[in-house]
């Protein structure tokens, strides 16, 4: 059985901050992931009929506004079980006040919490989630069949902002270079905002990355 080629991942871009949210279902077994639903639940779940899939779980890479305003939504159609790194919980809750939503009701708390190294598992599809602080504390990646879904901390060309309350720049540099540099070159790089990307390309090109790694070898007396 060839498990790879049972894996389809779409993606629409939602919300006014244009975030991509992604579904990750198995074409065999008709259940599926939906990652960072940010807003227009009700597109991403025409998305999930049109793939011919049902979302089982919802997993967040973290809780900033534009990543969580589709979460009830999604939740509340599918049943799907809601998933966040316990470190982002204040900040979902409390973070998206004041961005246009009124008096509306906020996304609902998690199910369950998940950190480094968890599957996040529904029926022939297993997500293993990567803690990469920085962008917020809890910041998260999944992985799964060559594919990194990167939220916020991993752009092409670019990182994840760090200046708002909970960034830490160097943390998420740690988090790039210590923990997703150490995938395979020709992971495919599914970020939260903007174009795919690869492991390789962003070694090679992202100036904070290479920025960052020159400025360790110089520290630890190294040749340029």
Known sequence: M??????MVRGIVVGVF????WVVGNRRTGEAVCIDPGDQPDEV???ARDMGVTIKAIANSHAHVDHILGVRGVREA???QFLL????LGLLRTGWRGFGVGDGEGPPDPDAFVTDGDEVEVAGLKL????TPGHTPGSLSYYAEGLLF???TLFRGSIGRTDLPGGDFDREMRSITGGLLSLPDDTIVLPGHMEETTIAF?????PFVRDWLRQRREAAGEAP
Request: glycine share 6%.
């Open 18 to 21: 244009a975030e991509n949210c």
């Open 2 to 7: 060839d498990v790879a080629n049972e894996i």
């Open 78 to 80: 599918t049943g799907a």
């Open 202 to 206: 962003e070694r090679e090109h992202n």
């Open 150 to 152: 990167s939220g916020d």
């Open 85 to 88: 790194h316990a470190d982002d």
């Open 128 to 131: 293993r989630a990567i803690a």
């Open 45 to 47: 779940l025409a998305l």
